[in-house]
């Protein structure tokens, strides 16, 4: 994959997000003054206007905010909600509160695991053993990937059928699902596929499930692919606090030749060779290389860099 980024991946294709979220690229605002008020609107079942959802005014002198209060208060008679950040705070050990949405914490990774313990092949049937192999190349081969910069999207949501991107959501699982869609992390980090959080939070393996909905409830960020995949076998959407929806996409962008498929007697030996394998006949007049593209170190954010120097001149 660092090879295909750095020689082959047209320009402006993938999007490299901000390492702080798109939320802080202009920053001007208290992340903590948002969660608040994000809170205080889901409670009260209000909207409320701040900086993140189409604007806000910034006034960072304490004892002109208190004037402010006290004019809001007494002279225009409005019913003025105060809250301290100290105070905030304290509450947030109580409640959660929603934060920025993370890509990274739509990866997951997976779990093994054996579905049945003991199997005993009947009249007629045969028992095999199959591993699966090299998932990552073949979605890169076989399926879209989005293109350009996400639209961050706050308020409005649409149905999330008609999103293609990320999804921060609280969702209600089904109660009899075998094999369940959405990965969840516990508070002690550890992954699993569960239909209730609390029974996963307790380590609950035996007896029914007796939990409320919103005990229940899972919170998280998962790829509209799969979100939207267990809307199809009975999840419920509770909250749909964020969305990064990608208005572009292709599945062609890690397509065309290899490097060392100079010459056309190498090219027909590669097509030839998918044919076999993959059992699908390519077409040599639709394989295009994409023109290589080198990116620079310091778009790499990731790594350090470091000058070792021997004399202080």
């Known amino acids: 994959m660092k090879v295909f980024t750095s020689n082959f991946l047209p320009a402006k294709s993938l999007a490299i997000p901000s390492p702080v979220d798109y939320r802080r690229q202009c920053k001007t605002f208290?992340?903590?003054s948002i969660q608040w008020l994000e809170s205080k609107a889901q409670n009260g079942g209000i909207d409320i206007q701040h900086a993140i959802n189409g604007?806000?005014?910034?006034?960072?002198?304490?004892?002109?905010?208190?004037?402010?209060?006290r004019a809001l208060q007494f002279v225009y008679s409005i019913d003025l909600h105060v809250m301290w950040e100290h105070e905030w705070a304290e509450m947030k050990t109580l409640h959660s509160a929603?934060?920025?949405l993370s890509p990274q914490e739509a990866l997951y990774g997976g779990r093994t695991c054996p579905l049945r313990m003991r199997c005993t092949a009947g009249d007629c049937e045969t028992v095999?053993?199959?591993?699966?192999?090299?998932?990552?190349?073949?979605?890169?081969?076989?399926?879209?990937?989005?293109?350009?910069?996400?639209?961050?999207?706050?308020?409005?949501?649409?149905?999330?059928?008609?999103?293609?991107?990320?999804?921060?959501?609280?969702?209600?699982?089904?109660?009899?699902?075998?094999?369940?869609?959405?990965?969840?992390?516990?508070?002690?980090?550890?992954?699993?596929?569960?239909l209730c959080r609390a029974c996963t939070e307790i380590n609950n393996q035996e007896g029914s499930c007796s939990h409320s909905d919103q005990e229940r409830a899972l919170t998280g960020v998962w790829v509209s692919v799969e979100f939207v995949k267990a809307l199809s076998l009975g999840y419920r959407v509770a909250e749909i606090p964020e969305v990064w929806h990608f208005e572009k996409q292709s599945s062609t962008i890690f397509k065309g030749y290899p490097a060392d498929a100079?010459?056309?007697?190498?090219?027909?030996?590669?097509?030839?060779?998918?044919?076999v394998n993959q059992g699908i006949r390519l077409n040599p007049d639709k394989i295009e290389v994409n023109p290589a593209k080198?990116?620079?170190?310091?778009?790499?954010?990731d790594l350090a860099q470091t000058t070792i120097v021997s004399k202080p001149n």
Do not use: M, W
């Not at 190349?137 to 991107?165: A, E, H, M, T, W």
């Not at 100079?262 to 044919?275: F, K, P």
């Open 30 to 32: 208290s992340s903590t």
């Open 55 to 69: 604007g806000g005014s910034e006034n960072s002198a304490a004892h002109s905010t208190l004037e402010r209060e």
């Open 98 to 100: 929603s934060t920025p």
């Open 128 to 194: 095999h053993y199959v591993n699966f192999t090299s998932l990552y190349p073949y979605v890169n081969c076989s399926f879209p990937y989005p293109l350009g910069q996400p639209k961050i999207i706050y308020k409005d949501f649409d149905d999330p059928r008609n999103y293609y991107g990320f999804i921060r959501a609280i969702v209600y699982p089904p109660r009899a699902l075998y094999l369940p869609v959405l990965p969840h992390k516990t508070s002690a980090g550890k992954l699993a596929f569960t």
């Open 262 to 275: 100079t010459d056309e007697e190498s090219r027909l030996n590669y097509i030839e060779d998918y044919r």
């Open 294 to 301: 080198r990116q620079l170190l310091a778009q790499r954010n």
